[in-house]
């Protein structure tokens, strides 16, 4: 990889505030490092001059704006990307069609009506939000189209018994077992985080299907076991800014970790709420992994400093990795701005750069290998959602991107199972400092917390 794209990793985050004005090399011809994963399977088919397409909906313009706008960008790279360096599938172009719900569940439920009734029906598709996926459940297995979600939540994947596996398979850890990750860590490193008394948590988080579904029953008695008290929940919308009476609330009953499961503004809100408390001493901020990321810092800036939660990928700044030196140099090639130029401009393109984006990378590499696998198994002509289903159903193990994220699933999984525990910290260098995601430990199997999951506490 050339020096231009290692100082732009480097120095990127200077430009959000925290150091005087970042001066960064060209990146006229940045380094196109070859695509390296886990050995693609060989397609039995020549499906040049054709084209596939790869549907997705979600809140594009509402409370998630901030982490799915940098999805679209990314998925629309990765697809051209994929589309340069392998022909696509099978030689097939791969072409993106998005659909922004702006966070109505009226709008998912068209959107869904409207995908699922082309003809030919859709392969696979890719939703967003957890409160979708729960409301389009049993459709998506009815229509026999599966789901890939980027999203964590127990109802969608498992049903209300735990026991119902859906056609719907999570690129992320269900946020139960995020929670029990985090418990897992804390119980062996409470002392390390020089908070005073015994942990105990309190769930500060947006009201709605993915803001509670951390706080369960089996997530409470798991991190119980583990001597990690209880403080309660508290609730806001996302359109909340002072959550600081909510905080007050939990911090009364003794909490001295606040939970967030939120992303963007909700992280940033808690952060802001703790630091106009002057609690950051005493209160450690944790969260699922949407609240480790470069939105949360845009927002929060220094409030975000400590922050630690599940981290179930590779991140920017792992440079050994080739495929994040992939990933990051697409960035650089589509979406850098160098310094002089318009500072929103400059902005918004660091934006881009955080976990949607460099999801979006994994996640059109495994749809080529699941679209690959399922063509030379059933032939094009008569490729559709059953066929990828069992594939997906039947066992499918793939390290995406050099293992930038490891799909792995079968017949009673549904969400990625590993992970570790990252941090948001800043760093000091030359003339201010830089913002990083810094890992804790190595990864891990996550416990497996949803209901009558095989780490629940009877």
Excluded at 114 to 120: A, H, K, M, R, Y
């Amino acid at each position: 990889m050339k020096k231009t794209a290692i100082v732009l990793l480097v120095t990127f985050a200077l430009l959000l505030t925290f150091a005087g004005p970042a001066t960064f090399a060209s990146h006229s011809e940045p380094a196109a490092p070859t695509h390296v994963s886990q050995e693609r399977t060989e397609c039995n088919e020549d499906l040049s001059g054709q084209t596939v397409t790869f549907y997705a909906f979600g809140d594009l313009s509402g409370p998630f704006a901030f982490i799915t706008q940098p999805l679209v960008a990314g998925l629309e790279d990765a697809a051209a990307y994929f589309n340069e360096q392998e022909g696509g599938v099978c030689g097939a172009a791969i072409e993106i069609e998005l659909g922004d719900t702006g966070g109505s569940q009226d709008r998912a439920q068209e959107f869904w009506d409207e995908f699922s009734n082309l003809d030919p029906q859709p392969e696979v598709m890719f939703m967003f939000g957890s409160a979708d996926a729960e409301l389009l459940r049993d459709q998506i297995a009815e229509d026999q189209i599966p789901v890939l979600l980027a999203a964590g939540s127990e109802l969608a994947l498992y049903g209300e018994t735990g026991d119902e596996p859906a056609w719907t398979f999570a690129i992320i850890p269900l946020y139960t077992d995020q929670l029990g990750n985090f418990c897992d860590y804390i119980a062996e490193n409470w002392d390390s985080f020089d908070i005073e008394g015994d942990p105990v948590i309190g769930h500060l988080s947006w009201e709605g299907a993915f803001g509670r579904s951390s706080d369960t029953e089996e997530t409470r008695a798991y991190c119980a076991e583990r001597g990690i008290g209880y403080a309660g929940a508290e609730y806001f919308l996302p359109t909340t800014s002072d959550v600081s009476t909510q905080l007050d609330v939990l911090i009364d009953e003794g909490a001295n970790i606040i939970y967030t499961t939120s992303l963007a503004s909700g992280p940033a809100n808690v952060a802001a709420a703790i630091a106009g408390a002057e609690l950051q001493d005493e209160v450690l901020m944790a969260g699922t992994n949407w609240a480790l990321d470069t939105s949360v810092i845009g927002l929060a800036q220094r409030d975000a400093d400590g922050i630690t939660g599940t981290m179930p990928y590779l991140w920017w700044d792992e440079l050994d990795n080739r495929g994040i030196q992939v990933i990051s140099n697409q960035w650089a090639v589509n979406h850098f701005i160098p310094a002089g130029d318009d500072e929103e401009a400059q902005r918004n393109a660091l934006a881009i750069r955080n976990i949607a984006y460099l999801l979006s990378f994994p996640v059109i590499d495994a749809y080529i290998e699941l679209m690959t696998q399922a063509i030379n198994e059933v032939g094009y002509d008569n490729l559709d959602g059953q066929a990828i289903y069992s594939i997906l159903n039947g066992g499918f193990d793939y390290n995406a991107m050099d293992g930038v994220l490891r799909f792995r699933y079968d017949e009673n999984t549904r969400a990625i199972t590993n992970g570790r525990i990252g941090q948001i910290q800043f760093l000091e260098v030359e003339g201010g400092v830089q913002p990083t995601v810094a890992p804790l430990n190595d990864f891990l199997d996550l416990p497996d917390l949803r209901v009558g999951g095989e780490d629940t506490v009877e």
